[in-house]
């Protein structure tokens, strides 16, 4: 049992590249979310997902798309990178959304955008 | 608007209680959570308490809940160097079930 896990676990950009973060989750959860980690800001919303096909905006969507074609995946995609999207990116799962259900969280990618 | 802080560092002594602050502003949430994150890895569930109640003890760590100020707390008893990591507030506010607002984060060093 994995858990969450998340690929890569570091990347560097240049500006204007493209990229797409992988989420996956063995646990059978309905919900997932992707977050951003930045310095004294704790973490913030990206997007999330309720279940298979269906997303949603979170607090700080702009420049993201998500996608989540499987149950178990859940991808965040940069269209054209920019330095203020450097940061930690964390993805979460949870069984049911609301308290008090646990949101496990995969190790992170540490994304540079030069 | 929903806005949790915390204060950003605590140090401690090995074997001292360790008590790390937070207050939040949406007296609606439902339930209020302490993650802990260690280096290089993502969030772990700590503890929970549900808003109608003011105190929750699990083994070493005691969490306080002040509705009328909305300030919650933690207390880890005997702290120990591998307490040594940050940790965050988060609320779940009852209009937005699927949100988790986090605080910014406490990193407690533990000195030995």
């Known amino acids: 049992n994995a858990g969450v896990t998340q690929t890569p676990k570091f990347r560097v950009l240049k500006t204007g590249q493209s990229m797409t973060l992988l989420c996956a989750q063995d646990m059978n959860h309905e919900y997932m979310y992707w977050y951003r980690q930045d310095p004294g800001m704790g973490l913030r919303l990206i997007h999330y997902s309720v279940g298979e096909g269906t997303t949603a905006k979170g607090e700080v969507p702009d420049g993201y798309n998500v996608s989540r074609l499987k149950k178990q995946n859940f991808l965040l995609g940069l269209e054209s990178a920019a330095p203020s999207q450097t940061s930690v990116y964390f993805c979460?799962?949870?069984?049911?959304?609301?308290?008090?259900?646990?949101?496990?969280f995969g190790p992170g990618t540490r994304l540079t955008v030069t | 608007g929903e806005d949790v802080e915390q204060s950003l560092f605590l140090s401690v002594r090995e074997g001292d209680s360790s008590v790390i602050n937070c207050t939040y502003t949406d007296s609606s949430s439902t339930y209020l959570y302490w993650y802990k994150q260690e280096p290089g890895a993502g969030l772990q569930l700590l503890t929970y308490?549900?808003?109608?109640?003011d105190m929750k003890q699990d083994q070493r760590l005691t969490v306080l809940l002040n509705k009328k100020d909305k300030h919650l707390s933690l207390r880890i008893a005997d702290t120990q160097t591998g307490d040594s990591a940050i940790y965050f507030c988060?609320?779940?506010?009852?209009?937005?079930?699927?949100?988790?607002?986090f605080g910014s984060g406490t990193r407690l060093l533990v000195r030995p």
């Open positions: 988060a609320e779940t506010p009852m209009d937005s079930s699927y949100k988790l607002i």
């Open positions: 308490i549900f808003s109608n109640m």
């Open positions: 979460a799962s949870s069984y049911k959304a609301g308290g008090p259900y646990e949101q496990y």
